[in-house]
């Protein structure tokens, strides 16, 4: 029937309507903010990419409690970084700011060597392939 379907259509629709008005409640947009929304019935944890036009104010990024979480800054301009346990059909706000990182662990990289307390990995510039694969003492 042409008109159960219509009416159960109008009815999801204003289901998930509902389902998003309440998941936004109370989190008006701040400057400089992302939402990031999961709509999975499990949490989540994963990497979240913010393009470069959104991601102006800085490289640092901060979750709802001003704890700072690992991000880079790619060569592609765009932000990444890591957004943890957002909650099952929830959100986490989080801000992106000029605030200088701390800087964990060792690791350090340049043209074609990255390295670290543990191993220095050294590539071939013409074909990309590992030269040398040391182990640091």
Known sequence: NHTAAT????????????LL???????????????IFNTNS?????VVEIPKELSTAG??????????VPS???TTGELAFLASNI??????RFRISAVTSAKNGDASADKLT???SILSISLDPSTG???DCTRCS
């Open 7 to 18: 009416t159960l259509a109008a009815a999801a629709d204003e289901g998930s309507r509902k």
């Open 21 to 35: 008005a309440n998941a936004v409640a109370g989190k008006a947009p701040l400057a400089n903010t992302v939402d």
């Open 42 to 46: 499990w949490p989540r944890t994963d």
């Open 59 to 68: 490289d640092c990024v901060q979750d709802e409690h001003g704890a700072t």
């Open 72 to 74: 880079q800054r790619l």
């Open 87 to 92: 909650p099952a059909f929830g959100s986490q």
């Open 114 to 116: 990255v390295a670290n």
């Open 129 to 131: 392939n590992v030269r």
